[in-house]
């Protein structure tokens, strides 16, 4: 079965660090991303990363702050969170696609794991 799992959300304050990990299993996929959604709002891509090219993608609100990486043998994908603001807190998602692009929307992921929560306080 198709399996993505999230890990490593939690509490921490504003300027502190996090590492969120997504393990897949079940199936192989070419371009894994981080989702976060906030309350009210819509969910939006924070990053994403090509598994077998390698290239990667960052949004704007995130970049010089979080860098998304993989672990080949762990099937792993990893979201390092620095500087952590408080409007940095949502659900943080694992989603995945067969595609050769990392596409923005969330309309065109269809594996999505259930989410780890992010809280930063101030």
């Known amino acids: 079965q198709v399996q993505l799992e999230e890990s490593g959300g939690g509490l921490v304050q504003a300027g502190g660090s996090l590492r969120l990990s997504c393990a897949a299993s079940?199936?192989?996929?070419?371009?894994m991303s981080w989702f976060r959604q906030a309350p009210g709002t819509d969910r939006v891509l924070v990053a994403g990363?090509?598994?077998?090219?390698?290239?990667?993608y960052l949004a704007d609100f995130v970049k010089g702050r979080f860098t998304i990486s993989k672990d080949d043998a762990m099937n792993t994908m990893y979201l390092h969170m620095n500087d952590l603001k408080p409007e940095d807190t949502a659900v943080y998602y694992c989603?995945?696609?067969?595609?050769?692009?990392?596409?923005?929307?969330?309309?065109?992921?269809?594996?999505w794991g259930q989410g780890t929560q992010v809280n930063v306080s101030s």
């Open positions: 079940g199936s192989t996929f070419s371009v």
């Open positions: 990363i090509n598994w077998h090219i390698g290239n990667t």
């Open positions: 989603a995945a696609i067969r595609s050769f692009v990392i596409h923005t929307s969330p309309d065109n992921y269809h594996y």
